[in-house]
Antibody
Framework: QVQLVQSGAEVKKPGASLKVSCKAS????????MHWVRQAPGQGLEWMGV????????NSAQKLQGRVTMTSDTSTSTVYMELSSLRSEDTAVYYC????????????WGQGTLVTVSS | QSVLTQPPSASGTPGQRVTISCSGS????????VNWYQQLPGTAPKLLIY???QRPSGVPDRFSGSKSGTSASLAISGLHSEDEADYYC???????????FGGGTKLTVL
């Protein structure tokens, strides 16, 4: 069965960088995209970007361009999302979600990673 | 401000039928298919409807989706208390070259 397991919660200081991992299993890793979506406390879902493990191409939301980097390690079927220059507004639960299965958008989701940015 | 517009709240009593609307534009719903997600408190979103009206295996047929022009709807019939959750619509946006979400609708089962 498809599973996406994310790394654990993190606390970061403003200006620092964050790297969240998402380990996939139960499907052919390079055959599907990986989306990143975040949710600030009490808020809705915000699409951050998408990564194609087959070739490494990425596309990210305009407001995050320049701060977000997505990479992968195909040997471990893991996708990484790195966000730099953190500010308090980046406090959120970060989700990875497999795309390109049922449709372009995410079908299976990771459990989420809580990131708190605080001085 | 979300690109797709949903009502912030909806409610119904057990057994009732409720609908949740999602309004977009020609660059998203008008030219791409719509997904619906259910998010129970404290959990990750779950795919409920894909390609406007298709249900992944395991999703009860009480849940149905439709799309017309630049709008879409999610209908839940025979409402259960466990349907109390946040519901989000989503679609690919050709202008933004990404996925856009609605702001979410909090469904309360009275």
């Amino acid at each position: 069965q498809v599973q996406l397991v994310q790394s654990g919660a993190e606390v970061k200081k403003p200006g620092a960088s964050l790297k969240v991992s998402c380990k996939a299993s139960g499907y052919t890793f390079t055959s599907y995209y990986m989306h990143w979506v975040r949710q600030a406390p009490g808020q809705g879902l915000e699409w951050m970007g998408v990564f194609n493990p087959n070739g490494g191409s990425t596309n990210s939301a305009q407001k995050l361009q320049g701060r977000v980097t997505m990479t992968s390690d195909t040997s471990t079927s893991t996708v990484y999302m790195e966000l730099s220059s953190l500010r308090s507004e980046d406090t959120a639960v970060y989700y990875c979600g497999r795309g390109g299965g049922y449709s372009y958008g995410p079908d299976y989701w990771g459990q989420g990673t809580l990131v708190t940015v605080s001085s | 401000q979300s690109v797709l517009t949903q009502p912030p709240s909806a409610s119904g009593t057990p057994g009732q039928r409720v609908t949740i609307s999602c309004s977009g534009s020609s660059s998203n719903i008008g030219s791409n298919t719509v997904n619906w997600y259910q998010q129970l408190p404290g959990t990750a979103p779950k795919l409920l409807i894909y390609s406007n009206n298709q249900r992944p295996s395991g999703v009860p047929d009480r849940f149905s989706g439709s799309k017309s022009g630049t709008s879409a709807s999610l209908a839940i019939s025979g409402l259960h208390s466990e349907d109390e959750a946040d519901y989000y619509c989503a679609a690919r946006d050709d202008s933004l070259n990404g996925v856009v979400f609605g702001g979410g609708t909090k469904l309360t089962v009275l």
